[in-house]
């Protein structure tokens, strides 16, 4: 069983931070790539960040210049700091990961942490 449990999320205002941490457990043998999605009242879950295990990063283009990806490997945890937020990054946060537990490879999702910005 793996798990992916996300962190940090909360109420920040305009022009703000936050920082997001995700941690994964359980039957890990390798991770992969890992990323951040969101996803706003009404509207499609979308990508925000994806990071490789090699350290290769991608951005939607609403956050680059303003959101950092980024992983601790001997942790098995990947970050998302969030500078300069807007009231249009309110939504919940998932995590993602896509897992090799030594026997397949399967992509996994946390539950979600919301990120309010508003004054």
């Known amino acids: 069983q793996v798990q992916l449990v996300e962190s940090g999320g909360g109420l920040a205002q305009p022009g703000g931070s936050l920082r997001l941490s995700c941690a994964a457990s359980?039957?890990?043998?390798?991770?992969?790539?890992m990323g951040w999605y969101r996803q706003a009242p009404g509207k499609e879950r979308i990508v925000v960040a994806t990071i490789t295990n090699g350290g290769s990063t991608n951005y939607a283009d609403s956050v680059k210049g303003r959101f950092t990806i980024s992983r601790d490997n001997a942790k098995n945890t990947v970050y998302l700091q969030m500078n300069s937020l807007k009231p249009e990054d309110t939504a919940v946060y998932y995590c993602n990961a896509k897992i090799f537990n030594g026997d397949y490879n399967a992509n996994y999702w946390g539950k979600g942490t919301l990120v309010t910005v508003s004054s």
């Open positions: 359980g039957r890990i043998f390798s991770i992969n790539d």
